[in-house]
């Protein structure tokens, strides 16, 4: 075995997509994969998927061969920070429940799943793939928002329906230790609360939650299990968050978040935040909402259209947002550990804090960055951003100008 290379998820590892396919984990990128027939799992094949066409990719890892699809991961370690990688991760999570029989690759130990599209928000980064309420908006608005949302029905996601998946959903069960429970928005479906009642509760959760419809059911339900991992996705305060996750009831979802955090099985809890165009109004204050509840918060930037990128800003608004940043930076830095109880989550809030804050800058600076874009301006992109926020502004109830106070081109 070639420890710089191994990684357990060929073995007790699986991660089922929003649309019923298999992939060894959620970092793998199948697009990546031109070698392998380990791109995508047919849950109809599941058994042979798992026996058969994943046993290159076990080899490569074991023999210090970097396999193409787990490019994510050496990127991270190549960077030589002190992030983990998740294949990183998964070998502690390995060492910490006992280690992996290689003869073994049927029992699956360590589950990802996202149940379909369900989600009750329509959150302006989205789109139709993670929520239900995406897909129904784009069919009420076909001639506007088919030009920038792919229109697609909800029939698409109901895969957990189907015979395949009932005939491994024991299997996917019995020996789990671990599962992580995506979206759409896990919370509000009842398909993934139903799996949630048949899970152990000696095993460990990981919830990725919007946090914005939660039933005193839902938190009985999490209160059952012993370790619960909580992220909730948060991107702005009051109607900066209502606009950017549109169905956001800011004052319910401020109270959710503290109920949340306070479920006495919460062994780690973070606000997960993305950095994109309406950043520039949004994030000094989420920052600020963060330190002053002791909320840590992590940061990754836009995945899907890239319209909302940072690229978006002019050169005056960058050197703008920079500027709030220092000055931001400066009162952390400053005075961070003195307006609170000296405590270890005190000390881990400001730090994290304080490096979100550096990678965020070094993205919209012209540095190398911790995050995964760098900021270039482009007047294309800025152009398709002022004709999707208009748009979008023309079928909704929250206006950019009502939330931001000025008009989108300013």
């Not at 998927?49 to 699809?69: C, F, S, T, Y």
């Not at 900066?240 to 006495?264: F, K, M, S």
């Not at 600076?365 to 294309?380: F, I, N």
């Not at 398709?384 to 929250?398: A, P, Q, S």
């Amino acid at each position: 075995m070639n420890k710089d290379t191994f990684c357990p998820m060929p073995w007790i590892g699986a991660s089922i997509e929003n649309m019923g396919t298999a992939k060894v984990c959620c970092a793998y990128d199948c697009t990546a994969d031109q070698d392998y027939q380990t791109r995508m799992g047919k849950l109809e094949d599941f058994s042979a998927w798992r026996k058969i066409q994943l046993e290159p990719l076990r080899q490569d890892l074991l023999n210090g061969v970097r396999a193409p699809g787990c490019h994510r991961c050496w990127s991270t370690e190549d960077a030589g920070t002190d992030v983990q990688s998740d294949r990183e991760i998964m070998n502690d999570f390995v060492n910490l429940f006992g280690s992996v029989d290689l003869d073994t690759v049927d029992q699956i130990q360590h589950l990802s799943i996202a149940f379909g599209n369900t989600c009750n928000l329509k959150c302006i980064m989205c789109g139709p793939y993670s929520s239900s309420n995406w897909v129904t908006e784009i069919q009420q608005n076909f001639n506007i928002l088919s030009e920038y949302k792919p229109p697609v029905t909800n029939d698409t996601f109901l895969y957990y329906k189907s015979d395949a998946f009932k005939a491994i959903e024991s299997q996917l069960i019995q020996h789990v230790k671990y599962v992580a429970l995506l979206g759409g928005e896990p919370l509000f479906s009842p398909e993934a609360l139903g799996f949630l009642e048949k899970l152990p509760a000696s095993m460990r959760l990981r919830v990725v939650t919007n946090g914005t419809n939660l039933k005193d059911s839902t938190y009985e339900l999490l209160s059952k299990f012993e370790n619960v991992a909580l992220g909730i996705s948060v991107d702005g305060v009051g109607i900066h968050g209502e606009y950017v996750r549109y169905g956001t009831d800011w004052p319910q979802l401020e109270q959710n978040i503290q109920r949340l955090r306070a479920l006495p099985n919460v062994k780690t809890f973070d606000l997960f935040y993305i950095l994109q165009h309406y950043s520039y109004h949004t994030l000094i204050p989420m920052l600020q909402f963060c330190i002053d509840n002791l909320y840590p918060i992590r940061i990754q930037t836009v995945a899907w259209e890239n319209y909302l990128s940072m690229n978006t800003l002019t050169e005056n608004q960058r050197i703008d947002f920079l500027d709030q940043l220092d000055q931001f930076w400066g009162k952390v830095m400053l005075c961070p550990l003195n307006q609170f109880v000296e405590s270890s989550n005190t000390v881990l809030l400001s730090n994290r804090t304080i490096d979100c804050l550096q990678s965020v800058r070094d993205a919209v600076d012209y540095t190398k960055s911790v995050l995964t874009t760098q900021y270039e301006h482009d007047s294309g992109l800025k152009n398709r951003l002022v004709e999707f926020t208009n748009d979008i502004d023309g079928i909704r109830k929250i206006t950019y100008t009502q939330a931001f106070g000025q008009k989108i081109h300013e």
